[in-house]
């Protein structure tokens, strides 16, 4: 079993950045995908960013890459989402999961995650 805890989130303001971490326990990611989601209130939950942990091969959301960067510590057994240029529009609570690869493509869609953490919010202010 995975447990996985964020942290980094909170307020920032516009233009402004943020790095979220996600802290994993149980056993480490070396045979996972681990990846970066987001939702706001009413809506489904977004991806934004993917890392294959063994190789660091990388999958982002076509309309933020570019501002956020996903990348991981195998010593740490973390991951991170570095987002700069942040808008009012990124204001989400934003979770990290994580599966054990499978397939040949990285998964991007929230029901391939197997482990999720509890979320962080960021909010992106004037």
């Known amino acids: 079993q995975v447990q996985l805890v964020e942290s980094g989130g909170g307020l920032v303001q516009i233009g402004g950045s943020l790095r979220l971490s996600c802290a994993a326990s149980g056993r480490t990611f070396s045979n996972h995908d681990a990846a970066w989601f987001r939702q706001v209130p009413g809506k489904d939950r977004d991806f934004i960013a993917a890392?294959?942990?063994?190789?660091?091969?990388?999958r982002y959301s076509d309309s933020l890459k570019g501002r956020f960067t996903v990348s991981r510590d195998g010593i740490r057994n973390t991951l991170f989402l570095q987002m700069n240029s942040l808008k009012p529009e990124d204001t989400a609570v934003y979770y990290c999961?994580?599966?054990?690869?499978?397939?040949?493509?990285?998964?991007?869609?929230?029901?391939?995650?197997?482990?999720w953490g509890q979320g962080t919010q960021v909010t992106v202010s004037s």
């Open positions: 999961a994580a599966t054990p690869f499978n397939r040949t493509a990285i998964p991007t869609t929230p029901s391939d995650y197997h482990y």
């Open positions: 890392i294959r942990w063994s190789g660091g091969f990388r």
